[in-house]
């Protein structure tokens, strides 16, 4: 087996770099009294529609009641634009924690400094180019040092917005760093693209994602009696997340019963399935599959959330 001298690979800049999606994509998140209500409220009370309208007063009830609203993602979520909707909903509170892979960080720090992300993985595998953007990998390798005891994602947010990057405001985790909600980033090594850089200092990285790990139990923990957690489009590394800190928090004597358990993907996968929806609710709570395109069903999550707080505020 060959050595390979990881010190000899050849980068290339951020800036200027041919990225599939830009910030220009990005939805907008819907005003409070916009005129989609009437759409809501006329779709059908079964099935999907009516796991979509459960869901979202899930999310209503759980804050009103002060419970958390955990949400987790990978990085599909970031690239097709929903950054600003989950903005949005920690702006609001109707989100309290979330939780990331690191494709996610990478997508959202990549926007944040160039307002773009998404490589051309076919075209540029070819190329032997895929994934060696150097400022990338420099700014996630200094704040994985930083987050050694504070976690990384609360570092890559401080990160984000200490540096003045371009379009900060547009990153999901420097805007939860700012207004003091915590993401935290769950890494598996050799997943990453800025794991490629020879660079890496591996072992802050571990503390930093093993600190984040922590925090999440801790999130996890408070779920029970009425909390809400909702999986989009991680089919492995977060479902497992899940499923260890469940058993962690029980262990502790945390009583993680009777909360709502929601994964929206495009398709159905075994893990979120088992480890999300199946094992943990096995004692009762309410598990809720939504299947589409993120790019379709957050817009649609979102004006569904805030349309069932405008009703719970109206009293309707």
């Known amino acids: ?35 989609l209500s009437a759409f809501l409220d006329s779709l059908p009370k079964v099935l999907a529609a009516e796991d979509l309208r ?21 990085g599909h979520v970031i690239k097709c634009g929903l950054g600003p909707y989950v903005i949005d909903f920690l702006q609001r509170g109707l989100v309290t924690a979330v939780a990331v892979n690191g494709s996610a960080a990478i997508h959202d720090v990549e926007l944040a400094m160039v307002g773009a992300t998404s490589e051309d993985v076919a075209e540029r595998l070819e190329a032997g180019t895929f994934g060696m953007a150097r ?40 805007r939860a760093a700012a207004i003091g909600r915590r993401v935290t980033v769950h890494v598996a090594f050799g997943t990453d693209v800025v794991h490629h850089h020879a660079g890496l200092d591996a072992a802050a990285l571990g503390e930093a994602t093993l600190a984040d790990f922590r925090a999440y139990c801790g999130a996890v ?10 999986n989009a ?12 800190a469940v058993s962690i928090a029980r ?63 109206s009293g309707h």
């Open 135 to 174: 400022e990338p990998a420099e700014f996630l390798n200094k704040a994985a040092i930083a987050g050694r005891v504070r976690g990384f994602g609360q570092a890559i947010g401080e990160a984000v917005n200490n540096a003045g990057l371009a379009f900060r405001n547009e990153s999901v985790l420097g």
């Open 1 to 35: 087996m060959a050595d390979l001298d990881f010190a000899a690979i050849t980068t290339h800049s951020l800036e200027g770099a041919p990225r599939l999606v830009h910030r220009e994509q990005s939805g907008t998140p819907l005003a409070d009294h916009a005129a």
């Open 221 to 230: 923990a408070d779920l029970g009696d009425g909390g809400v957690v909702i």
């Open 251 to 313: 262990n502790l004597g945390h009583s993680v019963q009777g909360f709502t358990a929601a994964n929206l993907d495009m398709l159905r996968h075994y893990r979120p399935a088992t480890n999300i929806l199946g094992r943990p609710l096995q004692r009762g709570g309410c598990a809720i599959h939504l299947t589409g395109h993120h790019e379709i069903m957050i817009p649609l999550l979102h004006a569904m959330t805030l349309h069932a707080a405008q009703r719970g505020r």
């Open 54 to 74: 459960r869901l979202a007063e899930a999310i209503v009830d759980a804050r009103r009641r002060s419970k958390p609203v955990l949400l987790q993602f990978g």
């Open 233 to 244: 489009g991680s089919a492995v590394i977060l479902p497992e997340v899940f499923l260890k």
